[in-house]
């Protein structure tokens, strides 16, 4: 059984823990964590599917009649795509999200990568990415680190890192906010 430092033990867990088995045994977790990764972006921007895979209005057949077309025009085949839809045959498919996540957890693990989640003000340089990528694999323990860079001109400057459950906020807004609120506690 597949197992990592997350905590498997919901319907995501389980129905993502069978998933991974499956692709080691056919040696496709790679193809799988990128159709189940392209999915999920597809629910992200539609909030038609995101609605289709939350409503129990819907039923199961309605489902996946609806999903067949939309998983084959993503480029969603075969145990993917057989997975999808099983999930919504057994009523599940509004956990699919919270599966697909899980799953990447596994596929990260297997691979030793950690996934970083950066909230930056203007889009970084090539070298400071590099930099960054550096640093923060050593934070993790010498693993691979993979960046999703966020621009956020919200945060004035500085920048906003989350690992896992781990959150460092060195941006200038919380930084200025921080100073306001003490003022206002000395005045």
Not at 85 to 90: D, F, G, N, S, Y
Not at 110 to 134: F, I, M, N, Q, Y
């Amino acid at each position: 059984m597949a197992s990592g430092g997350d905590d498997l033990s919901g319907v995501a867990g389980r129905y993502a823990s069978a998933l991974y088995d499956l692709a080691v045994e056919q040696g496709s977790t790679e193809e799988i964590a990128t159709a189940l990764r392209g999915f999920a972006a597809l629910i992200q921007e539609s909030k038609d599917l995101e609605r289709l895979i939350k409503s129990p209005v819907y039923s199961a057949e309605t489902q996946i009649k609806a999903l067949s077309p939309i998983l084959d025009a993503a480029g969603v085949a075969g145990v993917a795509a057989n997975f999808v839809k099983l999930v919504a045959t057994k009523r599940r498919l509004f956990v699919l999200p919270a599966i697909i996540e899980a799953y990447g957890k596994l596929h990260d693990a297997a691979k030793g990568v950690v996934r970083a989640d950066v909230t930056v003000a203007a889009p970084l340089a090539s070298h400071h990415e590099s930099a960054l990528r550096a640093a923060l694999a050593g934070v993790t323990g010498g693993k691979a680190v993979d960046l999703e860079v966020k621009v956020d001109p919200a945060i004035i400057g500085g920048l906003v890192v989350k690992i896992g459950s781990r959150m460092l906020d060195a941006s200038l807004k919380t930084k200025l906010n921080s100073i306001r609120t003490r003022m206002k506690e000395v005045g």
